[in-house]
């Protein structure tokens, strides 16, 4: 028998593992089933737990901003406990912090801008919407730096920071809870209480071999209650995330 050292993902001296290179594994078919058995019965676990979290959540509803902070917020942490769950159970696949790291991302969104159109005042209104977000590929515990603007149709900017968790499924289904806090310039768009706004959101993603992600995303933008009015706004984006490499070579 020959034994072999392979490092993990960060090549540090905790993920080095001693294993056999041509051990005899005569069982390993049914260890294979049983695993296998394993992961589909914590999938189910976990799916069973989020959808309980989602029902438990009151449904966005126009004029109704902070039942969309409340599905967003009690969707992210299910998530998260998901992820933390599986970082546990599973290893890697469900899991929060044991993820290969990425590369850095930009991120490119197009959508509209308050979907749920609530207010008579101003209109209705409703606007398309441009994002350009960097995603660094730096990580604090599970989280990691985002920072973006956002452009409407009507002249609205916002420019943000934030933070954002990556809480894969499997290899490739990636869903991301974020929040950020930013500045809200409202332009001839919709007029919002105040110009510091704080955003949360999820991000639903693919993510291919090569770091590509192309996904979906719902947002949440309101001012916490410190400005004269608290409207809030909703927003729905369809993005696609490209590796820097993309941009600047390899």
Same mark, same amino acid.
């Given at each position: 028998?020959? =034994?072999?050292?392979?490092?993990?993902? =960060?090549?540090?001296? @905790?993920?080095?593992?001693?294993?056999?290179?041509?051990?005899?594994?005569?069982?390993?078919?049914?260890?294979?089933?049983?695993?296998?058995?394993?992961?589909?019965?914590?999938?189910?676990?976990?799916?069973?737990?989020?959808?309980?979290?989602?029902?438990?959540?009151?449904?966005? @509803?126009?004029? +109704? &901003?902070?039942?969309?902070?409340?599905?967003? =917020?009690?969707?992210?942490?299910?998530?998260? &406990?998901?992820? &933390?769950?599986? $970082?546990?159970?599973?290893?890697? #696949?469900?899991?929060?912090?044991?993820?290969? @790291?990425?590369?850095?991302?930009?991120?490119?969104?197009?959508?509209? +801008?308050?979907?749920?159109?609530?207010?008579? $005042?101003?209109?209705?209104?409703?606007?398309?919407?441009? @994002?350009?977000?960097?995603?660094?590929?730096?990580?604090?515990?599970?989280?990691?730096?985002?920072?973006?603007?956002?452009?409407?149709?009507?002249? &609205?900017?916002?420019?943000?920071?934030?933070?954002?968790? $990556?809480?894969?499924?499997?290899? +490739?289904?990636?869903?991301?809870?974020?929040?950020?806090?930013?500045?809200?310039?409202?332009?001839? #768009?919709?007029?919002?209480?105040?110009?510091?706004? /704080? %955003?949360?959101? *999820?991000?639903?993603?693919?993510?291919? #071999?090569?770091?590509?992600?192309?996904?979906?995303? /719902?947002? +949440? !933008?309101?001012?916490?209650? !410190?400005?004269?009015?608290?409207?809030?706004?909703?927003?729905?984006?369809?993005?696609?995330? *490209?590796?820097?490499?993309? /941009?600047?070579? %390899?």
């Amino acid at each position: 028998m020959v =034994w072999s050292f392979v490092a993990g993902p =960060w090549k540090s001296p @905790r993920a080095v593992a001693i294993v056999p290179t041509n051990a005899s594994t005569p069982n390993q078919p049914a260890a294979d089933a049983a695993s296998e058995g394993e992961t589909m019965r914590f999938r189910a676990l976990i799916g069973v737990s989020l959808a309980a979290a989602l029902a438990a959540a009151p449904v966005a @509803r126009p004029a +109704h &901003a902070d039942q969309a902070f409340n599905l967003i =917020w009690m969707s992210s942490a299910a998530l998260l &406990a998901a992820g &933390a769950v599986g $970082d546990l159970v599973r290893g890697n #696949d469900i899991s929060s912090n044991t993820m290969p @790291r990425e590369v850095d991302l930009l991120t490119f969104g197009a959508g509209m +801008h308050n979907v749920w159109s609530d207010n008579e $005042d101003d209109g209705k209104l409703r606007s398309a919407l441009a @994002r350009f977000e960097y995603r660094p590929s730096y990580y604090l515990w599970i989280t990691h730096p985002i920072a973006g603007i956002e452009v409407t149709s009507k002249g &609205a900017t916002y420019l943000y920071g934030g933070f954002m968790a $990556d809480v894969r499924f499997g290899k +490739h289904f990636i869903v991301s809870p974020s929040a950020a806090v930013g500045w809200y310039n409202q332009g001839d #768009d919709r007029e919002m209480g105040s110009p510091l706004e /704080f %955003r949360t959101g *999820l991000e639903a993603a693919w993510r291919f #071999d090569d770091g590509l992600r192309v996904g979906a995303a /719902f947002h +949440h !933008l309101s001012n916490a209650d !410190l400005g004269e009015s608290n409207p809030g706004v909703e927003e729905a984006t369809l993005n696609v995330s *490209l590796p820097i490499q993309y /941009f600047v070579g %390899r």
